[in-house]
């Protein structure tokens, strides 16, 4: 599965940002998708997670209430809704495909990952 993130940008602290994750070559609708980001110097940090068909979701605490991971069960895509974005939400965000059909945030259950997209939030 080859994926690739998209909507990344620049945004003033409070904005919103919807990122996209897509695969034109392999369908994953079978798969778990989970969003990560990676910051300068930071290590690599899990923001959310949908299992298979949509029923199920998870996201790291620090972003609970502003980001909204969601997927039409059947579609090809994965989309996170990023609302009151925050500087410290400034990273590279990647997309990532589970083998399994739940969800999980540990990221050695992703094999297949996206090029990422960046997000930057100025204050």
């Known amino acids: 599965v080859q994926l690739q993130a998209s909507g990344g940008g620049l945004v003033q602290a409070g904005g919103s940002l919807r990122l996209s994750c897509a695969s034109s070559r392999r369908t994953f609708t079978n798969n778990a998708v989970a969003w990560f980001r990676q910051a300068p110097g930071k290590e690599r940090e899990f923001v959310a997670t949908i299992n298979w068909d949509g029923s199920s979701t998870d996201y790291a605490d620090s972003v609970k209430g502003r980001f909204t991971i969601s997927r039409t069960k059947g579609k090809n895509a994965v989309y996170l809704q990023m609302n009151s974005l925050k500087p410290e939400d400034t990273a590279v965000y990647y997309c990532?495909?589970?083998?399994?059909?739940?969800?999980?945030?540990?990221?050695?259950?992703?094999?297949?990952w996206g090029q990422g997209t960046q997000v930057t939030v100025s204050s």
């Open positions: 990532a495909a589970a083998r399994r059909s739940w969800s999980t945030s540990d990221y050695t259950e992703y094999p297949y």
